[in-house]
């Protein structure tokens, strides 16, 4: 039987050398390779690579979908620019998952949604969720917030889900996590967590995350480091490129800032099942609105109409004048919204003398019949 399976790996921080290429090439002869890049799709059999072993030698994202729910991402970041310790708190043993490799920290989401009927290609979902990587070298732990959520407070399906998961205790919730990056919009969606959840989650603090650095304050830090040093960090850009130089001269920079006390909670931790209610009620409150708005956008929409009513009448007559199906289905759309308008103008009995007509003519014509009780145009309204 037919499968999907998209892997992709990207090379941020190095190039591949021809031998790397060459090894990689060993396996799968199928793959599109270049200096930077991986990605192959499998339709049958299976890779016979370990992504997280390429992971630790070659590669700095990884991305993985496949057709029954699965969904993986990796970011391997420079342990210079990112402590573990930072991550600890958000650790998940379903869906985020943290491990070292020599100078590196390499951090895993990952979901089994079996659910996932309408699966999605991987094409294209590393580019959007590439920017969290940076965002995690600059400090933010929002991304890292969500794949506790990932596999936290997630659907209840049945009473056993309840239980221990929903007495799971949420960690810090990072400033700014409702004012969400579209990177972080599109790990949201890639983990399958609910908007609702997330817009949830950040009522405990929902300060402003600021990526901005103050000019002045970075000016007088440069102007503080000794010359020689400043020197050497000239001769390093006139050698890159060296993509990491300016993440880890902004890191060095914030290390050497006062620390700031971080912004507070709203309230008490929150547990999973608390959590989930919360979006339930936000869902629900989202629900109204929705149906609130399409009930003023109909309303305006039969207003409009009536002032045409009986011009749309002849239409209807016209178009079930003609052997096209095309205008079969079109007719029966204007009836079902002269129904609608008179249902909206308190005029239904008037409705139904004229169709009642309008059917009787046609009662031999048993498609156009069928499309009508399709339509709940049935003989009784």
């Given at each position: 039987?037919?499968?999907?399976?998209?892997?992709?790996?990207?090379?941020?921080?190095?190039?591949?050398?021809?031998?790397?290429?060459?090894?990689?090439r060993k396996?799968?002869?199928?793959?599109?390779?270049?200096?930077?890049?991986?990605?192959?799709?499998?339709?049958?059999?299976?890779?016979?690579?370990?992504?997280?072993?390429?992971?630790?030698?070659?590669?700095?994202?990884?991305?993985?979908?496949?057709?029954?729910?699965?969904?993986?991402?990796?970011?391997?970041?420079?342990?210079?620019?990112?402590?573990?310790?930072r991550?600890?708190?958000?650790?998940?043993?379903?869906?985020?998952?943290?491990?070292?490799?020599?100078?590196?920290v390499?951090?895993?989401?990952?979901?089994?949604?079996?659910?996932?009927?309408?699966w999605?290609?991987?094409?294209?979902?590393?580019?959007?969720?590439?920017?969290?990587?940076?965002?995690?070298?600059?400090?933010?732990?929002?991304?890292?917030?969500?794949?506790?959520?990932a596999?936290?407070?997630?659907?209840?399906?049945?009473?056993?889900?309840?239980?221990?998961?929903?007495?799971?205790?949420?960690?810090?919730?990072?400033?700014?996590?409702?004012?969400?990056?579209?990177?972080?919009?599109?790990?949201a969606?890639?983990?399958?967590?609910?908007?609702s959840?997330?817009?949830?989650?950040?009522?405990a603090?929902?300060a402003?995350?600021?990526?901005?650095?103050?000019?002045?304050?970075?000016?007088?830090?440069?102007?503080?480091?000794?010359?020689?040093?400043?020197?050497?960090?000239?001769?390093?850009?006139?050698?890159?490129?060296?993509?990491?130089?300016?993440?880890e001269?902004?890191?060095?920079?914030?290390?050497?800032?006062?620390?700031?006390?971080?912004?507070?909670?709203?309230g008490?931790?929150?547990?999973?099942?608390?959590?989930?209610?919360?979006?339930?009620v936000?869902?629900?409150?989202?629900s109204?609105?929705?149906?609130k708005?399409?009930?003023?956008?109909?309303?305006?929409?039969?207003?409009?109409?009536?002032?045409?009513?009986?011009?749309?009448?002849?239409?209807?007559?016209?178009?079930?004048?003609?052997?096209?199906?095309?205008?079969?289905?079109?007719?029966?759309?204007?009836l079902?919204?002269?129904?609608?308008?008179?249902q909206?103008?308190?005029?239904?009995?008037?409705?139904q003398?004229?169709?009642?007509?309008?059917?009787?003519?046609?009662?031999?014509?048993?498609?156009?019949?069928?499309?009508?009780?399709?339509?709940?145009?049935?003989?009784?309204?």
């Amino acid at each position: 039987m037919s499968t999907y399976q998209y892997y992709e790996f990207l090379a941020v921080d190095r190039v591949l050398t021809p031998a790397e290429q060459g090894a990689l090439r060993k396996l799968s002869t199928r793959a599109d390779i270049t200096s930077s890049r991986f990605v192959n799709v499998y339709n049958y059999g299976d890779f016979k690579g370990d992504p997280d072993r390429l992971m630790e030698r070659y590669f700095d994202v990884f991305v993985y979908v496949a057709s029954w729910g699965t969904r993986e991402l990796q970011f391997r970041l420079p342990r210079r620019l990112f402590d573990p310790a930072r991550a600890q708190p958000y650790l998940h043993e379903e869906s985020l998952s943290l491990r070292t490799k020599g100078d590196h920290v390499i951090l895993k989401f990952r979901v089994d949604n079996e659910d996932d009927a309408d699966w999605e290609e991987g094409e294209g979902w590393l580019a959007s969720l590439l920017p969290l990587r940076a965002e995690l070298l600059a400090g933010d732990l929002r991304a890292l917030y969500i794949g506790w959520l990932a596999g936290g407070p997630g659907p209840e399906e049945d009473e056993d889900d309840s239980g221990e998961e929903d007495e799971a205790v949420e960690p810090a919730v990072p400033p700014g996590l409702g004012e969400s990056s579209p990177a972080l919009r599109a790990l949201a969606d890639f983990l399958f967590v609910p908007r609702s959840l997330v817009r949830a989650a950040a009522k405990a603090n929902p300060a402003r995350a600021s990526d901005a650095v103050p000019k002045q304050a970075l000016s007088a830090w440069l102007s503080s480091l000794p010359a020689k040093e400043k020197d050497a960090l000239l001769l390093r850009v006139i050698q890159g490129p060296e993509p990491l130089l300016g993440a880890e001269l902004l890191h060095r920079f914030r290390e050497s800032q006062p620390r700031e006390p971080s912004a507070p909670s709203a309230g008490a931790r929150r547990t999973a099942g608390k959590l989930r209610a919360e979006a339930e009620v936000l869902e629900a409150e989202q629900s109204r609105r929705q149906a609130k708005q399409a009930a003023q956008a109909r309303a305006r929409e039969l207003e409009a109409l009536a002032a045409r009513e009986g011009d749309v009448w002849r239409e209807v007559e016209s178009l079930f004048a003609t052997r096209r199906s095309t205008d079969h289905a079109r007719g029966v759309a204007l009836l079902v919204d002269l129904r609608d308008l008179a249902q909206h103008r308190g005029t239904l009995a008037d409705f139904q003398r004229k169709f009642a007509d309008l059917r009787e003519r046609n009662a031999r014509r048993q498609g156009l019949m069928r499309r009508m009780s399709e339509a709940g145009l049935g003989t009784q309204l």
